[in-house]
């Protein structure tokens, strides 16, 4: 695809692929289905698990829809400051009666996933914490396969030249911020990274942060984006696999604003402003994915508590028009340009 090429989705609207349980079979289909491209993700699933819930998908539409994948990590983690975070968060498991877990590293089963996907592939592949080998973007290409590939900066952008369609997320995105590195690096509003990014790439973008309505839609399409992605629009679908506490959250009154944290990860994240959040941010190391796991037992019995305050209640900051409607509306709306 290149951007001479006209979005091949009858709606210029994909729904992002939200790692964590978001992002079911069922909210993907009813997307496609609707003239948009779903996103399933496989973030924090075996390669099994990923070719599970393409198969319940496929069951669900025939329509084209997209699988996303974490790049593996390769930076350096401080473990000191790990288990220093360790001893930090100990009594908050405490209090919930669960066991922190261990701060490992890993690849998130990229290479069997790849595998499987490059097997039995789907219309779109979305790659997020980096940019594939341009031997694996051409096998996927060969395949029929769209490649798409997160990016937060110019310089990433031009990192993923061999990429069919960049997606070009800003800094109101919610959850976690897709940037090549876990530094801290400079953040930008999505219509000035967008300008940035046009000016080194002509690949077609879609464009990610803060998309809540049509008139965001038009917008970003102005500035040049084939289309916007949302997310935090779905989660209150009924569709959506958000839980239950993150569902209550996200219309309750107490929760006010959305932030960049790295408390509940270790990576950079914007979620509402609740308790933990405020209390560990400023503590919490640049080490992901072993903050991820060292939480990860600490925020299942959140869940199971109905503790708002302890979970990572991830969220752009167009959260308060989130709506409790079918996903095929939610798309049909954002595309009614």
């Known amino acids: 695809m290149s951007d001479s090429v006209s979005w091949p989705f009858r709606l210029p609207v994909v729904q992002a692929p939200m790692a964590g349980g978001a992002s079911t079979p069922e909210l993907v289909a009813a997307v496609s289905e609707a003239g948009g491209l779903g996103f399933l993700a496989a973030g924090y699933k075996t390669a099994a698990q990923m070719r599970q819930e393409i198969e319940r998908t496929r069951e669900l539409t025939s329509r084209p829809f997209g699988v996303n994948v974490f790049m593996p990590t390769a930076d350096e983690v401080d473990q ?6 360790a001893r930090v968060i100990e009594g908050e498991a405490q209090r919930l009666g ?28 979305g790659f997020t914490f980096g940019c594939p080998e341009d031997e694996l973007i051409q096998a996927f ?5 769209t490649v798409v590939v997160t990016v937060t900066s110019a310089d990433e952008a031009r990192l993923a030249s061999a990429a069919d369609v960049l997606c070009v997320q800003g800094e109101e ?16 509003s999505l219509e000035r990274l967008l300008s940035r990014v046009r000016e080194v790439s002509r690949l077609p ?9 049509a008139a965001d839609v038009s917008r970003i399409l102005s500035a040049g984006a084939v289309a916007a992605v949302a997310g935090t629009a779905y989660l209150l679908c009924p569709e959506s696999g958000t839980s239950v506490v993150h569902r209550a959250a996200l219309t309750d009154p107490r929760f006010t604003r959305t932030a960049v944290t790295r408390a509940f990860t270790g990576r950079p994240a914007r979620g509402l402003v609740n308790r933990f959040m405020t209390e560990y941010s400023g503590r919490a190391p640049a080490a992901y994915p072993q903050i991820h796991h060292l939480t990860a037992p600490l925020r299942r019995a959140a869940v199971a ?12 900051t167009s959260w308060n028009q989130a709506r409790n409607t079918p996903a095929a509306d939610i798309t049909t709306d954002l595309s009614a340009i």
């Open 205 to 213: 973008l879609i464009a990610a942060g803060g998309i809540a309505s």
């Open 98 to 125: 669960a066991t922190l877990g261990v701060p490992r590293g890993g690849d998130d089963d990229f290479p069997a996933k790849v595998a499987d996907l490059l097997a039995d592939p789907p219309a779109v592949v």
């Open 305 to 316: 508590g109905g503790d708002a305050e302890t979970l990572h209640l991830w969220a752009g």
């Open 141 to 145: 290409r060969h395949r029929g396969t």
């Open 173 to 188: 995105a919610g959850g976690h911020r897709g940037s090549f590195t876990n530094a801290d690096v400079e953040a930008m």
């Open 80 to 85: 000191a400051e790990i288990d220093a975070y």
